[in-house]
């Protein structure tokens, strides 16, 4: 059985930054693309980040040059690093996994094959 499990979240001020994790279990880590998502109250499922696992990084725009994703394949974890946050940011982060996954739709969230039930981060001002 495929397990994601997220943590890392909390409140944070604005300017500050946070590391989520992602500890992944039942399937073969090393073979399948990692990603982030977020969802804000009342809004879309947001695509966040995504790495494959050739370690190849995609960014949503609005993320860039503020969060990196990283994996640890060994450990079977998967972390994203927040720098800079803003009250925008503030939502519920999600990590997913997809084993089979074209470069193009990295950002789709029905591409993921499994994921986890979120971390709640809230950003103040």
């Known amino acids: 059985q495929v397990h994601l499990t997220e943590s890392g979240g909390g409140s944070v001020q604005a300017g500050g930054s946070l590391r989520l994790s992602c500890a992944v279990s039942g399937l073969t880590f090393s073979r399948y693309t990692l990603g982030w998502f977020r969802q804000a109250p009342g809004k879309e499922r947001e695509f966040v980040a995504a790495i494959k696992w050739n370690r190849a990084t995609v960014y949503g725009d609005s993320v860039k040059g503020r969060f990196t994703i990283s994996r640890d394949n060994p450990l079977n974890m998967v972390y994203l690093l927040m720098n800079n946050l803003a009250p925008e940011h503030t939502a519920i982060y999600c990590c997913?996994?997809?084993?089979?996954?074209?470069?193009?739709?990295?950002?789709?969230?029905?591409?993921?094959?499994?994921w986890g039930q979120g971390t709640h981060i809230t950003v103040s001002s």
């Open positions: 997913a996994a997809a084993q089979a996954i074209i470069q193009g739709l990295l950002g789709v969230p029905s591409q993921y094959d499994y």
